[in-house]
């Protein structure tokens, strides 16, 4: 808890910094430093507080109020990293520095755009495809992770990716976790999910457990979702394996694979889903399995790429060792800020082909 509190106040004074760093910039561009400080302090104040405000205050108006501050706290980082670009190509060549300022400005303004239209666009679907002695048919699943509901216009853009998954008419749908978020309200956009014609099978991601995990299996009990909190559940000739969020529950890599080894199914196309991309060098080198993960987002927004890189080895996409693959989703909502810049949202359709 200690090392969430020094970061959260690192994060705050590296965030007030940005702010700052943006400031100075503009100051050369001609407008007064004092005037530029002032303006974006006030704002960086303004996008902090609608965070806090927002959870205690549920309405409409404070929702919208809470995602702009999100969607500048994006911007920020996004304007920060073209302009520490801007100085270093200055530092190379002397070009007249209003043309550099308003190259910057404006690029950072088209990301922004397109970013904010990459998360609240329709994800397409990335398509993975298996051959199996195990299985008596071909199955097709679906996988999701890091939804992130904490509003209702988040949620009626997640209704929209339910009925995309249903026209699909999978065997199942899987979700990997961070489902839910602080502000989660279930209408009737969400309630849809009770109606689907095939199972939902769900794993506890960390933000369940911000949420509070009991509230979250409460709902998850209230949408017919089958929870697989520790524990594994058959579909068909299938069997998945689902494990708390690791890092929450503090399991080691000893303890994850006495799991997954107390719940493998030999001679079943195994399929182990981990909210978090770890460990699996480790349990592919004792087991053959499809693992299914999320949680990094693909880092959502660059720079943080790098960041995320540093923190997991598994990052994005897939990873293969011995007869065992690994897909880590870039997820398909957005944490914070509503904007994904070189980190597309997906959503994962798993063809599984029987070869008897």
């Not at 806090?52 to 999100?70: A, D, K």
């Not at 987002?297 to 943080?304: A, K, L, V, W």
């Not at 897939?318 to 800020?337: F, H, I, M, Q, R």
Request: net charge positive.
């Amino acid at each position: 808890m200690k090392k969430f509190i020094f970061l959260f106040i690192l994060l705050i004074f590296f965030y007030l910094y940005l702010h700052y760093y943006i400031a100075s910039f503009f100051s050369k561009a001609g407008i007064k430093k004092t005037f530029a400080i002032i303006s974006v302090y006030l704002i960086c104040t303004i996008s902090l507080l609608t965070l806090f405000i927002r959870h205690r205050l549920n309405n409409n108006f404070f929702e919208i109020l809470s995602t702009t501050g999100y969607i500048w706290m994006g911007y920020v980082v996004i304007l920060s990293f073209f302009i520490l670009i801007a100085n270093i190509t200055l530092k190379i060549h002397p070009f007249p520095f209003k043309n550099v300022f308003w190259i910057t400005f404006i690029t950072s303004i088209v990301i922004l755009i397109k970013s904010f239209y990459n998360a609240v666009t329709i994800p397409d679907f990335t398509k993975l495809s298996f051959e199996s002695k195990y299985v008596d048919k071909n199955y097709k699943l679906i996988f999701i992770s890091d939804i992130h509901l904490d509003s209702t216009y988040k949620n009626k853009l997640f209704s929209r990716v339910i009925d995309k998954i249903a026209n699909e008419n999978p065997d199942a749908l899987i979700i990997g976790g961070d489902f839910v978020d602080p502000g989660f309200v279930l209408d009737k956009n969400i309630k849809k999910l009770k109606d689907l014609r095939f199972p939902v099978f769900f794993v506890l991601g960390n933000h369940e457990y911000y949420y509070g995990a009991v509230r979250t299996e409460s709902i998850v009990k209230d949408l017919n979702f089958d929870l697989l909190k520790d524990r594994s559940d058959l579909l068909g000739r299938i069997n998945i394996i689902g494990i708390s969020d690791i890092r929450t529950e503090e399991l080691d890599k000893s303890k994850v694979i006495e799991f997954i080894g107390k719940n493998y199914k030999k001679d079943y196309f195994n399929i182990f889903v981990s909210h978090q991309p770890l460990y699996f060098k480790e349990i592919s080198d004792k087991y053959e399995l499809l693992m299914l993960s999320g949680h990094t987002h693909c880092g959502q927004i660059f720079p943080f790429h790098l960041l995320t890189r540093l923190g997991y080895k598994y990052f994005c996409g897939e990873y293969a060792n011995k007869n065992s693959l690994l897909y880590v989703s870039s997820g398909e909502g957005t944490w914070g800020p509503q904007l994904r810049f070189l980190a597309k949202p997906e959503i994962v359709l798993i063809n599984i082909k029987s070869t008897n």
